[in-house]
């Protein structure tokens, strides 16, 4: 048995497509286990469908909600009359446009499906609040300039304009920079002045944090990277840095991957 196909549904349903040497047949148990805390949630499968009169394939859809997961790593096990087995997968369990979809919703919990480094099915959970995805950051004639999309907001992917802005702040308080934003549907840009930024902190050093106000959303949403497949952005995303007057400015980000500016040494 190996699953070909996992993804986890706008509705937050688990479905997975799986290749198999015989039916599956009998009382048949999907075991979620948490990686962290050894916690499982078992689950009865009555009935596995399959294609009819192909007994090669059979599909799972298991809604994840009703069992209080919690977030973390949860790897997926099959058992039908005898020990259980782990799931292993032929399929990295991702789509970006899939994530693009699923973050449209208004979510607290965020549920992905994925193949892991050793090639078997486990379910990630993270906690989801409206933020401003960002998918692109570049200096350009002395501007900082990001793009995203606005995630977990439960706004529609149209064409409305809303009125949003900006800001950049840093250990003082006295320090902020903001400038008008674009966001038209749940796309984002905005660019703002690094002479601005350094005119705003007469040290010139500091580690800035965006955030980005759009009318219609309670707060300020913060700048981070987490609908992709890259985890651990610190190590592994480097951008340029580029020199102000002889000041150095660099973007980078948090362990938690959340987008900061790095003004001076």
Sequence with gaps: ?????????????????????????????????HRGTGAERQITLDAVDAPEGDVEEATLAVPLAPL?????????????????????????????????????????????????????LAVKIDEAAPVADVRAVWFREGRFEVTGLLAYTGLDDDDRHRGATLTLRCGDPDATVTVAATVQGVRFHAALSLCDVLAAAPDQEGVWQPALEVDGIDGWLPLGARIDDVEGKRR??????????????????????????????
């Design 68 to 120: 209080s997961l919690t977030p973390g790593r949860w790897d997926a096990y099959l058992q039908q009359d005898g020990p259980r087995v782990r799931m292993r997968s032929s399929d990295p369990g991702f789509s970006l446009d899939r994530l693009d979809a699923y973050a449209l919703g208004r979510r607290t919990l965020a549920y992905r499906a994925y193949r892991t480094r050793n090639g078997f």
């Design 1 to 33: 048995m190996i699953v070909t196909d996992a993804e986890v549904t706008l509705a937050d349903v688990l479905a997975v497509r799986m290749a198999v040497e015989e039916p599956l047949s009998g009382e048949t148990r999907l075991i979620l286990r």
């Design 236 to 265: 592994r995303v480097h951008y340029p840095r580029v020199l102000v007057d002889g000041v150095p400015v660099t973007p980078t980000f948090t362990s938690d991957d959340e987008l900061r500016l790095e003004v001076g040494a």
